[in-house]
């Protein structure tokens, strides 16, 4: 290669250089590593699969009747309407057998996929909350990076582990499913089976909740899209009635596929890529 070559080289490098350096928000940035949500009004985008958060607010770590578990993976954020529902749901149970529950992820500063992890959650309408055995204490900041809770199903997903599971778990997510801006709550079958015979006669709430693979150590609160917010992408209605008669195809046909607790995902998994909606490209570039 020619000296006359490589002068024209470096030139046109410092050029791109100079393109795509910071100042420019030409570069398109990994979802997990933006730190801050955007500014202005909030706005869910597209779906919990496939989507980001324009306008989200952070989680406070703790309060009344709840406290944030595994903060260090910023994923404490959502939309106001989520944040206002857990501190709701919170201030519902402080002082009760519960007196507290234990908040896993949200999403991140401004949603989208994430480096490891769900394959939700992208949105800003999703949050987890676990279910922890007897009266879960307020922990420190430390000890909620590390604490764990057991599973109230069994391995085989064919039965609620009685040792583990309590009428305190069947308030909450009764509880937790009523609020009319809930859309649905995620649970193993075994857990809905659980709930579906011990509702009694009160049961409105219990179509919301979803039979879904895995949740057997929390349950999966997903929001409605808050009204005229129209870049966000509704769920599909709900089949009607309680949904109880769907738990014989979990129990007794095909759907017994499903029961059985997913193995732990090995470290650095990543959920498949998923493609966005156009507008999440501003909403990552934002400053
Ligand atoms: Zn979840």
Known sequence: MSAGCCRLCSSLLVFWTLLILPGTPAQARDWWTVRHPTAGPPQAVGSPAAGCLAGGVALPLEGPGYQVVRASRERYFGHPRLIRYIRDLGRQIVGSTLDTVYVGDLSQ?????????????QNG????????????????????????????????????????WSNGHARLI??????????????????????????????????????????????????????????????????????????????????????????????????????????????????
């Not at 500063?109 to 959650?121: D, I, L």
């Not at 069994?154 to 609620?160: C, K, L, Q, S, Y």
């Not at 990543?270 to 990552?284: D, H, M, Q, W, Y």
């Open 109 to 121: 500063p401004r949603g989208g996929p994430m480096s490891y992890g769900h394959a939700s959650h």
């Open 125 to 164: 309408l999703d949050v987890d909350i676990w279910l922890t055995p007897g009266r879960p204490l307020m922990q420190p900041a430390r000890l909620r990076e590390t604490i764990d809770v057991p599973s109230v199903v069994t391995a085989d997903g064919t039965a609620i582990v009685r040792t583990v």
């Open 174 to 287: 009764s509880l937790a499913a009523r609020p009319p801006e809930v859309d649905r709550i995620f649970v193993h079958p075994a857990i809905k089976r659980e709930l579906c015979r011990t509702a009694g006669g009160n049961r409105d709430w219990l179509h919301k909740v979803r039979p879904w693979r895995g949740h057997s150590a929390h349950f999966h609160v997903r929001l409605a899209c808050a009204p005229g917010e129209k870049d966000c992408l509704p769920g599909r209605p709900l089949p009607p009635g309680d949904g109880c008669d769907e738990m014989d195809h979990y129990f007794n046909g095909p759907g017994r596929a499903l029961l059985p607790l997913p193995k732990e995902l090995p470290p650095g998994h990543r959920p498949p890529r998923v493609a966005l909606p156009e507008s999440c490209t501003g909403v990552v570039k934002a400053p």
